[in-house]
């Protein structure tokens, strides 16, 4: 069982299943959101997630898109997209063991901040997609 907290304690979260991606997201919007030069994303079916404690805020950020937060403490806590239908993406930092789910790509690169510099060799794409051979 993965589970999960904002930083107050008030939202939680769980999930049996396993992560369907785990990827840094280094698209302007997400960097805005977080107030963080990257942000790390779990995704996951979002009928396997339950949430308990305090509901979470919606905030709609552009089209189709809802970032949801704790009222209590601000915390960052997911992300969903039209784009991505059935999916709800949990930041990573909010799991009980963060360590447990590894990063396999980057995505949004071409957004990287100019100053951070990565080596972790890990994938590197345009988009979200994942589709095409990673960026060299």
Same mark, same amino acid.
Request: proline share 8%; aromatic share 10%; net charge neutral.
């Given at each position: 069982?993965?589970?999960? /907290? *904002?930083?107050?304690? %008030?939202?939680? #979260?769980?999930?049996? %299943?396993? $992560?369907?991606?785990?990827?840094?997201? /280094? *698209? @302007?919007?997400?960097?805005?959101?977080?107030? =963080?030069?990257?942000a790390?994303? =779990?995704? !996951?079916? =979002? %009928?396997?997630?339950?949430?308990? &404690?305090?509901?979470?805020?919606?905030?709609?950020?552009?089209? &189709?898109?809802?970032? +949801? !937060? *704790?009222?209590?403490? &601000?915390?960052?806590?997911?992300?969903? +997209?039209?784009?991505? $239908? +059935?999916?709800? /993406?949990?930041?990573?930092?909010? #799991? @009980?063991?963060? %360590? =447990?789910l590894? $990063?396999?790509? /980057?995505?949004?690169?071409?957004?990287?901040?100019?100053?951070?510099?990565?080596?972790? &060799?890990?994938a590197?794409?345009?988009?979200?997609?994942?589709?095409?051979? $990673?960026?060299?």
């Open positions: 069982m993965l589970k999960g /907290h *904002c930083l107050c304690g %008030a939202v939680r #979260f769980e999930t049996a %299943a396993q $992560p369907l991606w785990v990827a840094h997201c /280094h *698209c @302007e919007s997400c960097r805005r959101a977080t107030s =963080a030069a990257i790390t994303y =779990a995704g !996951f079916p =979002a %009928a396997q997630v339950a949430w308990s &404690g305090q509901p979470r805020h919606i905030y709609r950020s552009s089209p &189709g898109v809802e970032r +949801g !937060f *704790c009222p209590r403490c &601000g915390s960052p806590m997911s992300f969903a +997209g039209e784009k991505w $239908p +059935g999916e709800i /993406h949990l930041f990573l930092a909010s #799991f @009980e063991d963060p %360590a =447990a590894a $990063p396999t790509a /980057h995505v949004h690169v071409g957004e990287q901040l100019a100053w951070l510099k990565l080596a972790d &060799g890990l590197r794409y345009q988009t979200t997609s994942g589709e095409g051979p $990673p960026l060299a």
